[in-house]
C-alpha cells in the first residue's frame, strides 16, 4: 500500500500537500471478520528505541485515512527529530564549525555596516549607530520590539534586517505572523487541539519546526509579530516570556524548557520535545498612535524595546553602493551570556564598571519607587559587553545611551509629583554640565539643553517626558 501523505485530500487514497509530499509506503492484512468497516490491520512501520512501532494497529481507511496518514507521516518525522536531539540539541561536546562570511577574519563592525548598506539602498533611513543598536540588542537577547508611530518603518526594519542576513520570505527563514484582537491565549502561535483531539501546530510552532531541523540550526530565522499591541501582549505571548528565561546553555547550544509540558501531547508525537532554538530571533512591533494596550512592566523587563520616532522626510540621498545579502551564520547573533556570572567570567572588571553606573541610575528611580531588577541591570550589562567585545558602538556613552533608552526609559511612567522629581534628577545626572530645577521652566530647559547632554538620547527622551 503507497500513500502520499500531506495536507489536503485530493482522492480517495491520495493526500498532497499543495508545496510537497512524501511517499508512506505500509504493508498491511485485510480483517475479514469486518467487511461492513473495511478494516486492516497495519503491518510494522517505523522504529525507535522503544522497538517496533504501529504493530498490529487495525484502520478503517475510509473512516480514519486522513488522521492516521498523517499520523504515519509525523512519527516518521518524529524519528528525525529525535536524531536530532541526539546529535545536536543535547550535544554538551564543543563541535568545530566551518568558517562562514561572520567568521575570525571578519571585523563585525565591518558586517553590520554591510548590513546598515544594504538597508539604506532599499530607501529606508536609519543610521548606521541604530542598525549597530538593532544588531546589539539581538545579540543580548533573541527577543526585542520596535516602537514610535505609524509609517516610521518598523515592520520594514525587521525585514530588512532579515533580508540582509539571508533570511527571506521565499526561503522560509522570514515569517510575518499579524496579531488579531481576537487573541486571548498562546494558541495562534503555539497550537491547540481541535475538536477531534487533533493537535493543530500554531505559526511560530510551525517556523520552530524548521529552525531546530539539524541542517538549519546555524541559519537565523526571524518571526515579526506586526501590530504586536492590537491584542493584550500578556495573553498570548505569556508562555514565549517564561520560555525565554528558561535559557540554558547545553555545550555549544542554547535551549529551553519543552514548548509542551510533559504528558500534553501523546507520547511519540512530533511536536513533544520541541524547545525555543537560538537560531530563532522574535521581533516585535508596537504603534504608538494610541494609548491602547500599552506594553506592561512585565514585558518590558524581557525586550530591549526600540523607538524609532525620529522622521527625516528631507533625506532623500540613500546608499550607492550595491550591497548583497549576506549569509551569516547563527552564530554572528547568538548572545554570549545568559547569566551575570557568565559575564564577570569574560570581563569582571569590565562589569563592575558597567554596574556601577546602572546603580547611580536606580538609586534616583528608587526615590520614585520605579527601581528595576537583577533582569534590567544583567541585560544592560551583556548589552555593553557584547558592544565592547565587537566595538561596534565606538563611543561608550553613546552604547550605553542606547542601552538606557531601551532597558529603562521604557518602564518609566506616572503622574505624579513624585514623578516629575525623579525625571528631572535623572536628567540631571544624564546631563551633569547644564542642570535643570523644578523651581524653573524646567521643561523646555530640558529641551534645549539635551544636546549638552552626556547621554543625548535618554536626556531628549527624559525633556519629552516632562513636556506631557
Known sequence: MRFMAGGRRTTEDNFVNQESYNEIECSYTVVPEKPEKEMVQLATYGQDSRGLRKSGRMISPKEERSRLLLELFLENQVMQARQVKEEVQYNDTPQPRESSYAGAN????????????????????????????????????????????????????????????????????????????????????????????????????????????????????????????LAKVEDYLSHYLSLIESREFKGRDIITDRLFPENSLEEGFLYNNLYLPDNLYLIGTVNMDSEDNNLSRKVLDRANVIELSQVNLQQLNFSRYTTSSLEIENDFLKTRFLHITDAIEQDRTYVEYINEKIIAVNNILKKGNRAFGYRVRDEIIFYMLENKISGIIENENAAFDYAIMQKILPSIKGKDSKFKYVLIELYNLFNPTRQISAASNYADDAERFADYARYKKSARKIAEMLNR
Request: aromatic letters at 12%; hydrophobic letters at 40%.
Open 106 to 229: 571578519h571585523n563585525t563592525r565591518e558586517i553590520v555596516l554591510d548590513i546598515a548598506n544594504f538597508i539604506s539602498q532599499k530607501g529606508f533611513v536609519y543610521s548606521n549607530e541604530d542598525v549597530f543598536n538593532f544588531y546589539l540588542a539581538l545579540k543580548t537577547k533573541p527577543f526585542l520590539i520596535l516602537t514610535g508611530i505609524s509609517g516610521t518603518g518598523k515592520t520594514k526594519l525587521a525585514k530588512l534586517f532579515a533580508e540582509a542576513v539571508g533570511a527571506t520570505v521565499e526561503n522560509g527563514r522570514f515569517k510575518m505572523i499579524s496579531v488579531r484582537p481576537e487573541w486571548k491565549d498562546s494558541s495562534e502561535l503555539f497550537g491547540y487541539k481541535n475538536q477531534n483531539r487533533v493537535f493543530v501546530p500554531g505559526q511560530l510552532t510551525s517556523v520552530i519546526m524548521e529552525a531546530i531541523k539539524l541542517e538549519n540550526r546555524n541559519k537565523p530565522y526571524f518571526v515579526c509579530l506586526d501590530d504586536m499591541n
